[in-house]
């Protein structure tokens, strides 16, 4: 067997043998595989990124980036609807929780994150007509600044969430239970005025007695007017007591036993407690009632509250003159009740949700947003039922129908 003799393989000889391109083969597959790579790569970040988006999409809350100077780098799509300008890319952060907010620039949370310190704060825009306004909580925490770059700072994550309708429920809440505390007051206050009416009314009819069995009183001029300024003050007197004993009965507190009542009654007393409150506007009360009783088994005091609250809202909803007139039959075996007005109407879009506990179309202060809520639960309580029909700009109907006892 022959010894192996070792040869050098000269470079250019191997070009030249296997030619130009087949030199460089490999390179050019090896620059291939990393293009190819870096392909993969880019696609796989460009999918994290929509990943990412996405996530950022579906957050609830609006999001803004803060650079290390105080301004927008980042926002979602949530920031856009509520913020548009105060939140545009480059914008300070001063433009949304500047002094005009109650928030000065040295004690402003975005500031402190940039500092390192997380914090929590609530903001309220209330009178804007370019801003989106409500009630906003929102915290804002610090980003470190890049370990690759530490001279970049300090940035500020914001997350805002729109707390209006929580807000503005909690308002409501408070104020329905002012409202309930200030008819306790009143129901107080009417228990003591019915006794010295009483006494009133005692002593002008004992007046009155006076007068017509004494003849000599009857026959001095000096006294002619009397007995007609005691018909008017004994008249005047059982109004009154007619209007506290109807604010007693709908301040009674409803036990939840149901009886057989007459809805006559009960729109009677309604009436006589709210008459005198609209008498200085022009606005008319009338009343169509079946001279046949309305007999139906229910609760008296909650049903007290059925018809306050619907002609209330008839009266309330008449801005200058108008009708609330109230009707009453029986059909077949149903009793019918409407109640209507020639006041504002309901647009078509708050129809469907006029019975939704806290919608109001009123301004805060002026109602809950309660009382066709109330009213929807308490007729079908009582296996009646409720519905309404109405014109903007021309008035509401309300038919209420129950089950005739």
Not at 159 to 170: G, M
Request: proline share 3%.
């Amino acid at each position: 067997m022959k010894d192996i003799i070792p040869t050098r393989v000269d470079g250019h000889l191997l070009d030249d043998l296997l030619g130009l391109e087949s030199s460089k083969m490999g390179y050019y597959s090896e620059v291939k595989q990393k293009i190819q790579e870096l392909e993969a790569a880019n696609l796989g970040l460009h999918t994290k990124k929509k990943e990412l988006q996405a996530v950022f999409d579906a957050i609830t809350d609006g999001v803004i980036i803060y650079d290390h100077q105080g301004h927008v780098q980042y926002r979602n799509h949530v920031c856009l609807k509520l913020f548009p300008t105060e939140t545009l890319i480059g914008t300070s952060f001063k433009g949304l929780f500047g002094d005009e907010f109650g928030v000065s620039s040295s004690d402003c949370s975005v500031e402190k994150a940039i500092n390192g310190e997380s914090c929590q704060f609530s903001f309220a825009i209330v009178q804007s007509e370019q801003r989106h306004k409500g009630y906003y909580d929102a915290v804002a925490t610090p980003i470190p600044a890049q370990a690759e770059n530490p001279n970049s700072g300090n940035r500020a994550l914001v997350l805002i969430r729109d707390v209006t309708d929580r807000r503005l429920r909690e308002l409501q809440l408070v104020q329905a239970e002012k409202m309930s505390s200030i008819g306790l007051l009143a129901a107080g206050v009417a228990h003591e005025i019915n006794n010295p009416m009483t006494s009133v009314a005692g002593y002008a009819e004992a007046l009155q007695r006076r007068f017509r069995e004494d003849q000599t009183l009857a026959g001095d001029q000096r006294l002619r007017d009397f007995p007609k300024y005691l018909d008017v003050i004994i008249r005047e007197v059982y109004r009154c007591k007619a209007i506290i004993n109807s604010l007693q009965s709908f301040s009674r507190k409803s036990d939840g036993e149901t009886s057989r009542i007459d809805l006559n009654d009960i729109i009677n007393e309604v009436l006589e407690l709210v008459c005198h409150t609209w008498s200085d506007r022009e606005i008319s009360l009338k009343k169509n009632l079946s001279a046949v009783p309305l007999v139906i088994q229910g609760d008296s005091s909650a049903l007290r509250q059925v018809f306050l609250n619907l002609v209330l809202n008839g009266l309330q909803s008449i801005q200058q003159a108008g009708i609330v007139s109230i009707e009453s039959r029986i059909v077949e075996s149903e009793v019918v009740v409407t109640v209507t007005d020639t006041g504002c109407g309901i647009s078509p879009e708050d129809l469907d949700q006029i019975w939704t506990p806290f919608f109001t179309t009123k301004t805060v202060g002026s109602g809950q947003g309660l009382g066709l809520a109330v009213t929807y639960d308490i007729v079908e309580k009582h296996h009646g039922t409720i519905s309404v029909s109405s014109v903007l700009g021309k008035g509401t109907e309300f038919t209420l129908k129950f089950p005739k006892h």
